[in-house]
């Protein structure tokens, strides 16, 4: 139990960011939730009540954008965070040379220009790029992949997109997270001869388990809120294969004809979905 | 070394490299463009070439290039320090100071954080409008500086925190707030780091938000500037990697710096 | 070091606190343009800009470059916040959202009919900007279809210009295929997230996706199964006839890269695009736009190209209306220089007669390309673009694997009509 001395000084760190969160938030949030009972072409809007509720069952470009979103989820984020792990425990070591230069380079690519990274993936994806050229020349394929212009293997494209992108960006909570961690344990269980892959799942893994969270609960929020990547590389395409609930969202805003009250609704559906999925995450972390 | 391990160091080697290669390739391929004609650009020229001066001098001709990178500097320094500060508090209030009704107070919190900034930006706007703040680097940073995410950061990495050292500060008669400065502080060194660089690069390339509240010409960010020049219909790739160079430079920097803090914190040699 | 790092400090908060707080006040006179693209719009609005100096010395012109997309974020946003301040006085909008813009923001775009002739400017271009009985912009860049092609490519393939000039689609993908054969090199370029060659085929036999009353026109519509059939074709012709691209670099660099020998489907304002591969000068040629094969489609079209609004809120009304009447819609010599400098091919139709217009251009081997699109533009069929292109436009793109599948096209025309219904409310 906490004093009430300390529990003061508790919820004086908190207040500055209550306070600035609660002026910032609050307003904006109540007024998008009723804006999403609201119907009507651009500004023209009238009371609909649980009209656009209603909407999201019949729409199936809302479907099918929902599934993109949940497919893109469930393959994407696990392997991303995996692989930042692998990472960061590679990177760690100290007697590994040249360590800074390969951290920063495997960071690179979430602070590469989207306008570069955008342009430069669709080439190397086309027809006759790169990545079909050396397939072909390793005669994995007799054909070239239609990378960008078939539906499923759009999807492969945003995937392999977002994990090159965010990889190295979760890296570094992994990187940090690993000096606060005891090594004493850690050298032990080396001594004894535990090999590496079981120290790792063993050892490393349990005592990162609040980062493991944080970063699936963040790539969770921000798988869900997907843009930048199908905006820049698929436009959504090819038959909306890769269209995700925020692209859709903004379509509703800005490329349609003003839908404020729906893409506020659609909004809403991110933010149930994040509640769920964040409660059976925190559900998981605890049962371990 | 045994020869089991030399192997598995060659394999680590191999595949870092690998990792590394392809991370960098795409920025090689814009400082590449950056010294290449639009032409040369689109036809995807993959080596370096004479035309960085030109670019430069076209890209400095079009944008007032002093005027974009003191608005991102400030903008990115002030909301930097402040957000890290604020929201790394709250992350250890959060963490240290448990109590039920206080982490219920988080989830929704984290449930704040889901909401798509496009369902607020509107209302925001408003708020703004009202308070005659438009157009005003204070517009850009305030609704920022309360980052739900980096408070969730440092609420995490808190765990991490040995109750030891706090107890032990206690018992040597320090004030919670200098509990907080003196020991907290420094132990999570690379956690202040990590957080640093990931805000930095936030406020960097900051973009909706700024594009939004900011009106004059001579409010621009680079991030900005950069969307507007790929926007023409017969876009310089040339002069927009220039651009997009300038707009990466700075977050690369920083990282390269503060990753060597990413190096074994005092926890290991306190315990 | 720490006293200087205090210095470097203050004068930063120094600097910063101008604008940290207050928003720097609007002068007076002056007029803000918002716009895309420097170089194209952003340089001709300049060179207004410096003409009207003579007219009224006191106006200042202020342009605020913005990429398309950020100006319509921007622009959207404030008005569904109702909040004006900070707005421009004159922006560019896209013709293709125009209907959209002037009918959910209503109110928001001053008429300017009793202070401009809109019988100067092509009649399709006045129509984009029709409510009722308003006309809201100042017509500005056209879009009018050109047909591109490599005439060197095509010689070598047996095909001189004659055989280019007024052909329908169909004759389009056999010389397309025959040329592929010939010369391994392709007529065209297929994007999949791009539906403006629906558009402009549609526009071409004077139909859209809605009726002059603003109900959905798909189902039944003769031009709309035409133009389903001969794009599924063209599909389906595969490797045979096109080379697929993703985006506009990629489009752009198939054709300045030399790969593709044509293009097809596009609007005057990719001459410059076309012209950045200098080496290729005098190695193209451009031919009417093909058609469709049906009864009343022409060899014009359009495709892109935006105009000029005014906003009520603007407090420079006055001065925005009167500078866009002494220049824009007064000054042909104006549009010959923005002609020869930007290519900017303006719907002025006085300026016809200057002499720019019917300049040859040696690019082009010579041909008098300005005077044919100036031609062609006045043979565009005026209709009214609606307020749900968008929304059609996405239901057609999600039926594209269906038509390279080679699905049936009344299926394929319901599936787009369903969706197009579902997402217009």
């Known amino acids: ?288 | 070394m045994s020869p089991v391990s030399r192997i598995l160091r060659s394999a680590t080697y191999l595949g870092l490299g690998l990792a590394a290669l392809i991370s960098v390739f795409p920025f090689y391929w814009m400082l590449v463009s950056m010294t290449n004609s639009a032409v040369e650009v689109a036809n995807g020229k993959l080596t370096f070439g004479d035309q960085l001066i030109a670019n430069f001098q076209s890209l400095l001709t079009e944008v007032d290039m002093v005027r974009v990178l003191f608005n991102s500097t400030v903008i990115t320094l002030f909301g930097t320090i402040l957000t890290v500060a604020l929201s790394s508090a709250a992350g250890y209030g959060f963490e240290i100071f448990r109590s039920r009704f206080k982490d219920h107070l988080f989830s929704l919190l984290l449930l704040m954080l889901s909401i798509p900034f496009g369902a607020m930006m509107i209302p925001l706007f408003v708020m703004f409008a009202k308070a005659g703040l438009l157009n005003s680097f204070a517009a850009i940073l305030l609704p920022g500086i309360a980052s739900i995410f980096i408070v969730f950061y440092f609420r995490q990495a808190t765990k991490a925190f040995p109750h030891e050292l706090r107890d032990a500060a206690r018992i040597d008669g320090l004030n919670e707030l200098q509990i907080f400065l003196r020991i907290y502080l420094p132990v999570m060194r690379s956690t202040y780091a990590a957080a640093t660089v990931i805000v930095f690069m936030a406020n960097w390339n900051a973009y909706l938000w700024p594009l939004i509240v900011l009106q004059t010409n001579d409010m621009k960010t680079i991030t900005l500037v950069v969307s507007s020049l790929v926007s023409a219909y017969n876009p310089n790739y040339g002069v927009v990697s220039v651009a997009a160079v300038i707009a990466t430079l700075p977050t690369c920097l920083v990282f390269f710096i503060l990753q060597r803090s990413f190096v074994e914190g005092l926890t290991g040699g306190v315990k | 070091m720490a006293s200087k790092t205090k210095t470097f400090t203050r004068a930063l908060f120094a600097a910063t606190a101008i604008h940290l707080f207050a928003a720097p006040a609007v002068l007076a006179g002056e007029v803000t343009v918002w716009f895309w693209d420097t170089k194209f719009n952003g340089a001709a609005m300049q060179e207004a800009a410096n003409r009207y100096k003579a007219v009224a010395p006191d106006t200042t012109i202020t342009l605020v470059d913005l990429a398309k997309a950020d100006l319509e974020t921007k622009l959207q946003t404030q008005f569904a916040s109702g909040v004006t301040d900070g707005l421009p006085d004159i922006v560019l909008i896209d013709d293709l959202r125009a209907q959209l813009y002037l009918q959910s923001f209503t109110g928001s775009f001053e008429p300017l009919n009793g202070a401009i002739d809109h019988s100067q400017f092509a009649p399709y271009k006045v129509a984009v900007a029709t409510v009722g009985e308003n006309i809201y912009s100042l017509p500005f860049d056209s879009g009018v279809a050109g047909f591109y092609y490599r005439s060197d490519i095509l010689a070598e393939a047996g095909y001189a210009a004659a055989d280019m000039t007024d052909i329908t689609w169909d004759r389009f993908i056999e010389i397309g295929i025959d040329v592929k054969a010939k010369t391994g090199h392709p007529l065209l370029s297929i994007d999949m997230a791009n539906a403006a060659p629906f558009r402009m085929m549609l526009q071409s036999a004077g139909s859209w996706y809605f009726t002059p009353e603003g109900e959905l026109n798909l189902v039944g519509n003769a031009a709309f199964k035409k133009a389903i059939e001969t794009y599924s074709k063209m599909l389906q012709a595969g490797d045979t006839l096109w080379k697929p691209v993703s985006g506009w670099a990629e489009y752009t660099g198939a054709f300045t890269g030399g790969e593709v020998a044509a293009v097809p489907m596009t609007g005057v304002w990719i001459t410059g695009t076309v012209k950045s591969a200098a080496d290729q000068a005098g190695k193209w040629a451009v031919a009417p736009v093909p058609r469709l094969d049906i009864e009343g489609s022409v060899n014009a079209t359009n495709h892109g190209g935006s105009s000029w609004y005014v906003l009520s809120s603007s407090a420079e009304k006055t001065e925005a209306i009167d500078f866009l009447a002494q220049v824009w819609a007064k000054d042909a010599d104006f549009y010959q220089k923005i002609l020869v400098d930007q290519g900017a091919f303006a719907t002025f139709l006085p300026a016809r007669e200057g002499a720019a217009y019917s300049s040859a251009d040696d690019f082009f081997g010579g041909q008098t390309v300005w005077k044919d699109f100036s031609t062609w533009v006045q043979q565009i069929r005026p209709v009214n673009y609606g307020i749900f292109a968008g929304e059609v436009d996405a239901a057609i793109l999600a039926q594209l694997p269906a038509m390279a599948a080679g699905e049936n096209v009344d299926t394929i025309i319901e599936n787009i009509a369903a969706q197009a219904k579902s997402a217009m409310q």
């Not at chain 1, 979430?110 to 080439?123: A, M, Q, R």
């Open chain 1, 1 to 288: 139990m906490q004093s009430r001395r300390t529990d003061i000084w508790g919820w004086s760190l908190i207040m500055p960011a209550l306070v600035l969160l609660g002026i910032f938030m609050i307003y904006p949030i109540l007024s998008s939730l009723w804006l999403s009972l609201h119907t009507g072409k651009g500004m023209n809007l009238s009371f609909g009540g649980a009209a656009n509720i209603l909407r999201l069952a019949e729409d199936p470009v809302f479907l099918r954008a929902l599934f993109n979103t949940l497919l893109f989820l469930v393959v994407q984020v696990p392997i991303m965070i995996a692989l930042a792990l692998v990472f960061a425990v590679a990177l760690d070591d100290r007697t590994l040379w040249g360590r800074a230069w390969f951290r920063t380079a495997i960071f690179l690519p979430c602070v590469t220009s989207l306008v570069t990274y955008s342009v430069l993936f669709k080439s190397m994806f086309a027809h006759d790029g790169v990545v079909n050229d050396t397939l072909m020349f390793l005669n994995f394929v007799d054909q070239p992949i239609p990378w960008l212009t078939d539906p499923g293997w759009a999807r492969v494209v945003i995937i392999i997109a977002i994990t090159w992108r965010w990889t190295g960006y979760n890296m570094i909570f992994f990187l940090a997270a690993l000096q606060n961690i005891d090594r004493s344990i850690y050298e032990q269980a080396r001594i004894d001869g535990v090999p590496a892959h079981a120290r790792l799942l063993r050892l490393t893994v349990p005592m990162l388990k609040p980062i493991i969270l944080f970063l699936f609960i963040m790539s969770t929020i921000g798988t869900l809120q997907l843009f930048d990547e199908v905006m820049n590389i698929t436009e959504g395409g090819p038959a909306d294969a890769t269209l995700t609930l925020s692209l859709y969202i903004y379509n509703l805003t800005f490329k349609f004809m003003p839908s404020y009250g729906y893409a506020s609704t659609v909004s809403y559906v991110i933010v149930v979905l994040v509640a769920i999925l964040s409660w059976l995450q925190f559900r998981l972390a605890r049962d371990k």
